[in-house]
Each structure stands twice: as C-alpha cells, then as structure tokens.
C-alpha cells in the first residue's frame, strides 16, 4: 500500500516536472540580432498597435531557400514593439502609411527540435515547433503558451510559420 501511493506520488513529481522542463526547453537566443538574418519588418497583421520585426538562424533559412522542411535547430525571432501613438492615444502614420516604432515590447521565439510535438494534442501541435516568450532583456514571461500555439497550429501548409514565404525569398 505504502509503495503503492509512494509510485503514484513519484509518478505525478516526475510528470509536473517534465511539464516544467517542457515549458522551459527554449532558451533565449541572445544572440540574435547580430547572427540572425532580419528576413522581414511589417505592422504586426492581428494587433492594430505593434510592429514586428522577424529574424531567422542560418538553419532555416538555408532550407527554405533550398525549399526543403525546415529542420530541428531551426529558430525564428519575432521582436514585437509597440506603435508610436500621439497625445490622443492614436497610432501614428508614418507618410507611407506605416506605423513607426516605439519601445521594444517582447521577444517571441519559436524553435524546432527532435520530438517536441509528441505531446501535443492535435489542436496544439506545430509539427516539433514550439513557442516561448521573453522580456527585452532575455527573461521568461509567463504566457499562456496554448494560445501561441493554437493560433500557428491550422498553418501546415507553411510549416506553422506565417511568415514562410518571406523565409526564402
Ligand atoms: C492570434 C494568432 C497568434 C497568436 C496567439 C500568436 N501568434 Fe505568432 N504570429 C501570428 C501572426 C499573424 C504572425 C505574422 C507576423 C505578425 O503579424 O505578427 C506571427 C508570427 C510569429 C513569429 C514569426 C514566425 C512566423 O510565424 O511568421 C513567431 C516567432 C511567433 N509568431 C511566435 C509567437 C509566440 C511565442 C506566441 C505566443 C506568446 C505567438 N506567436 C502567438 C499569429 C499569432
């Protein structure tokens, strides 16, 4: 009996901290803004206020021009900053039409490595992508993870990646 609940306990330690290690398991890339290609700028498509800057490592960009699956290692950085706004509140335009940068907001990060999808119900899957987010200055913010995921999940067509056509252009 003993052993029995002290299985169950073991049981359930090792499963919350595999969850743990789960959310964790991507690292802040620090160095992406020197050894990551800025591949594409643009006003963020579903946020009305932020602009997002998207960076790439050498791994996915090399497969996406070569037109093959981006493989395991491959890393993309989205900078997302929030939008000029005038004493009103408003967006400021640039005269193209763009909004202009404020202050940098948060660094997203996806990243693909060897089985990480395995877990994932099938609404929350991005293939072996998954998701984290961090401050400007490299610290782990508490998200819910599942939106950034269930949000990415229906784009198999292109890999989970909006951006994917930009990748290798
Ligand atoms: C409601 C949908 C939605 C949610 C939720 C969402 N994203 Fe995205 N993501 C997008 C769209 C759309 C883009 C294309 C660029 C843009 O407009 O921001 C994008 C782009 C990205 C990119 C650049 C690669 C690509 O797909 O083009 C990364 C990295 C990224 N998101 C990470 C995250 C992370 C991390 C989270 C959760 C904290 C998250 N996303 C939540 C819709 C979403």
């Not at 050498?58 to 900053?81: C, D, H, T, W």
Request: charged share 30%; net charge negative; hydrophobic share 40%.
């Amino acid at each position: 009996m003993i052993g029995k609940m002290f299985a169950v306990a073991l049981g359930l330690s090792v499963a919350v901290s595999i969850a743990i290690a789960d959310e964790e398991r991507i690292s802040f890339p620090a160095d992406y803004s020197t050894k990551f290609d800025n591949y594409l700028s643009l006003d963020r498509v579903q946020n009305d206020d932020q602009i997002i800057r998207l960076f790439a490592n050498e791994i996915a960009l090399r497969a996406a021009k070569e037109g093959s699956e981006l493989p395991n290692g491959s890393v993309i950085v989205g900078e997302v900053y929030k939008s000029k706004k005038d004493k009103d509140g408003n967006v400021v335009e640039s005269s193209l039409g763009r909004r202009v940068r404020d202050k940098l907001a948060a660094i997203a990060v996806m990243e693909k490595g060897e089985g990480w999808g395995a877990a994932f119900s099938e609404d929350l899957r991005n293939g072996d992508w998954d998701f984290a987010i961090f401050s400007p200055d490299g610290k782990r913010l508490k998200k819910d993870l599942n939106a950034c995921r269930s949000c990415h999940a229906p784009l198999k067509e292109t890999q989970h990646v909006f951006s994917f056509e930009h990748l290798g252009k």
